[in-house]
C-alpha cells in the first residue's frame, strides 16, 4: 500500500496567517492525491481533487500543488471558519489510503 | 449532490457483528461507487471497500475479507456494510461516501457517520 504521510502533526496560527501543510507519498502517484477538511462531529469535506481542483462551495485562499511523492496545501489567509484537521488522500492505485491529519487551530 | 443518510450508533459484543446502512437521494445511486470508510477514536480515516450497485461488484482489501459484506438494494438506493467477528479494534465512525464524477475515490458526498462501540 502507497504510505502518505503528513507535517506538521498539527499548528497554531493566528487569523490572516499562511498555513502551509504537506504531504509525502512513499511512491510517486503523480497527481492523484485529495485534500479534505473535517471538523469535529461533521461529515469529511473534500476540499481539492486530483490537479488542484478546489472543490465548488470552498473559497480561493484554498490551494494545493504538487506531484510524484511532494505535495502542499495551503491557506492563504486562515479564517476562523478554517479550523479543523486536513488529510491529503492518494486515488493512484488499489488501496486508496489516507495521510495522518493535520489539526488546524489558533 | 446526493444526500447520504446513515442508520444509528450501535454497541455490539466482541465476537458479534454489525450491519450499517446508508440511504442515497438525490439520483445516481446505481451506478455511483459507494465506499465504506471508517475512523477510529484519535485515528486516520480506513478505505474499508466499496459497491458498485449496478453490477453487484465490490471490492476491499486484505485485511477486511473474509469479515466485510458490502450489499446494496437498489430498490430503496441503499448500501449496506456488515462487519463480523468484531473486536475492540472496530470500535470507530463508520461512514459511507460517494465518489464525484472525476473518480470513485474522489468522495465527495459523505454520511453522516455511525458511531460503531465494541464492548464487553
Known amino acids: 500500500d502507497i504510505q502518505l504521510t503528513q507535517s506538521p502533526f498539527s499548528l497554531s496560527a493566528s487569523v490572516g496567517d499562511r498555513v502551509t501543510i504537506t504531504c509525502q507519498a512513499s511512491?510517486?502517484?503523480?497527481?492523484?492525491l485529495n485534500w479534505y477538511q473535517h471538523r469535529p462531529g461533521k461529515a469529511p469535506k473534500l476540499l481539492i481533487s486530483g490537479e488542484s481542483t478546489l472543490d465548488a462551495g470552498f473559497p480561493s485562499r484554498f490551494s494545493g500543488s504538487g506531484s510524484g511523492t511532494n505535495f502542499t496545501f495551503t491557506i492563504s489567509s486562515l479564517q476562523p471558519e478554517d479550523v479543523a484537521t486536513y488529510y491529503c488522500?492518494?486515488?493512484?492505485?488499489?488501496?486508496?489510503?489516507f495521510g495522518p491529519g493535520t489539526t488546524v487551530d489558533f | 449532490q446526493v444526500h447520504l443518510v446513515q442508520s444509528g450508533a450501535e454497541v455490539k459484543k466482541p465476537g458479534s457483528s454489525v450491519k450499517v446502512s446508508c440511504k442515497a437521494s438525490?439520483?445516481?445511486?446505481?451506478?455511483?461507487?459507494t465506499s465504506w470508510i471508517r475512523q477510529a477514536p484519535g485515528q486516520g480515516f480506513e478505505w474499508m471497500g466499496e459497491?458498485?450497485?449496478?453490477?453487484?461488484?465490490?471490492n476491499s482489501p486484505q485485511k477486511f475479507q473474509g469479515r466485510l459484506t458490502i450489499t446494496a438494494d437498489e430498490s430503496t438506493s441503499t448500501a449496506y456494510m456488515e462487519l463480523g467477528r468484531l473486536t475492540s479494534d472496530d470500535t470507530a465512525v463508520y461512514y459511507c461516501?460517494?465518489?464525484?464524477?472525476?473518480?470513485?475515490?474522489?468522495?465527495?458526498?459523505w454520511g453522516q457517520g455511525t458511531l460503531v462501540t465494541v464492548s464487553s
Open positions: 438525490g439520483g445516481g445511486f446505481s451506478t455511483h461507487v
Open positions: 459497491i458498485t450497485p449496478i453490477f453487484r461488484t465490490t
Open positions: 488522500q492518494h486515488f493512484a492505485r488499489f488501496p486508496p489510503t
Open positions: 511512491q510517486g502517484i503523480a497527481t492523484y
Open positions: 461516501a460517494r465518489g464525484a464524477a472525476s473518480g470513485s475515490w474522489n468522495w465527495d458526498s
